[in-house]
């Protein structure tokens, strides 16, 4: 098995070549170490490599390893929520990557003590297996928002398909990228929506060359 401070060094490599390409500055991107497969000890190493964001789309996953790590890092959660289940991750997270309806933006809303970083998960493939708004809904979605005080919408996130197909990949990050700027144009006090969540393992060289502030790195920086 890889070392991760190895495969971390790679993956900052990856970053900064891919901002040279992209006339970005490699500061502008948060890695994600998602350690949704690996043990505590396997991500202990990731903090220990340097990592400071963690990601986790479990809740089980996520308690289990909050309660060893604490805050040692930022948590993210990054995984299909629900709204039952909000009440036990909410004063543990410091954002979730995805909001897609109303009822969970409630339940966030009701339990939070303070606002709470969140991404609105689009759904930009329109694949069936994945979650999240139609980039067509998305605008009036987040315009639903406003009267929950505890809910700062800070961006947008996206899956991509799993696919060597470049083109299709840098189409769907274009797409949440201009998604984005639709959003920034209305002035929402509370939906700055500076950030993308886009880019894994598999795609995420390219998810920075077209704009993602935030990726989610699994298995190429800790295994599976």
């Given at each position: 098995m890889m070392d991760v401070a190895d495969n971390l060094t790679?993956?900052?490599q990856t970053i900064e070549q891919a901002c040279k390409n992209s006339h970005r500055n490699p500061d502008e991107i948060t890695i994600i170490g998602v350690?949704?497969?690996?043990?505590?000890e396997r991500t202990e190493e990731a903090i220990n490599a340097?990592?400071?964001?963690?990601?986790?789309?479990?809740?089980?996953?996520?308690?289990?390893?909050?309660?060893?790590?604490?805050?040692?890092?930022?948590?993210?959660?990054?995984g299909t929520l629900q709204s039952r289940k909000v009440k036990d991750v909410i004063g543990k997270v410091d954002a979730i990557h995805s909001l897609d309806r109303l009822s969970l933006a409630k339940e966030i809303n009701k339990r939070a003590a303070r606002p709470i970083d969140c991404f609105i998960q689009v759904n930009?493939?329109?694949?069936?297996?994945?979650?999240?708004?139609?980039?067509?809904?998305?605008?009036?979605?987040?315009?639903?928002?406003?009267?929950?005080?505890?809910?700062?919408?800070?961006?947008?996130?996206t899956m991509a398909p799993h696919t060597d197909d470049e083109d299709r990949l840098r189409a769907i990050f274009r797409r949440l990228v201009s998604l984005r700027e639709t959003i920034k144009a209305e002035h929402l006090a509370y939906a700055?929506?500076?950030?993308?969540?886009?880019?894994?393992?598999?795609?995420?060289?390219?998810?920075?060359?077209?704009?993602a502030t935030h990726i989610r790195?699994?298995?190429?920086?800790?295994?599976?």
């Amino acid at each position: 098995m890889m070392d991760v401070a190895d495969n971390l060094t790679h993956i900052r490599q990856t970053i900064e070549q891919a901002c040279k390409n992209s006339h970005r500055n490699p500061d502008e991107i948060t890695i994600i170490g998602v350690t949704k497969y690996v043990t505590i000890e396997r991500t202990e190493e990731a903090i220990n490599a340097g990592i400071k964001n963690l990601g986790e789309n479990r809740m089980e996953g996520l308690l289990e390893k909050h309660d060893y790590i604490q805050d040692r890092a930022s948590w993210h959660f990054i995984g299909t929520l629900q709204s039952r289940k909000v009440k036990d991750v909410i004063g543990k997270v410091d954002a979730i990557h995805s909001l897609d309806r109303l009822s969970l933006a409630k339940e966030i809303n009701k339990r939070a003590a303070r606002p709470i970083d969140c991404f609105i998960q689009v759904n930009v493939s329109g694949e069936e297996s994945k979650h999240g708004l139609s980039p067509e809904d998305t605008l009036s979605f987040i315009k639903q928002l406003e009267r929950f005080k505890n809910v700062r919408i800070v961006g947008l996130m996206t899956m991509a398909p799993h696919t060597d197909d470049e083109d299709r990949l840098r189409a769907i990050f274009r797409r949440l990228v201009s998604l984005r700027e639709t959003i920034k144009a209305e002035h929402l006090a509370y939906a700055p929506c500076d950030n993308l969540s886009m880019g894994m393992s598999n795609d995420y060289r390219i998810a920075v060359e077209e704009g993602a502030t935030h990726i989610r790195i699994g298995s190429d920086l800790v295994g599976s």
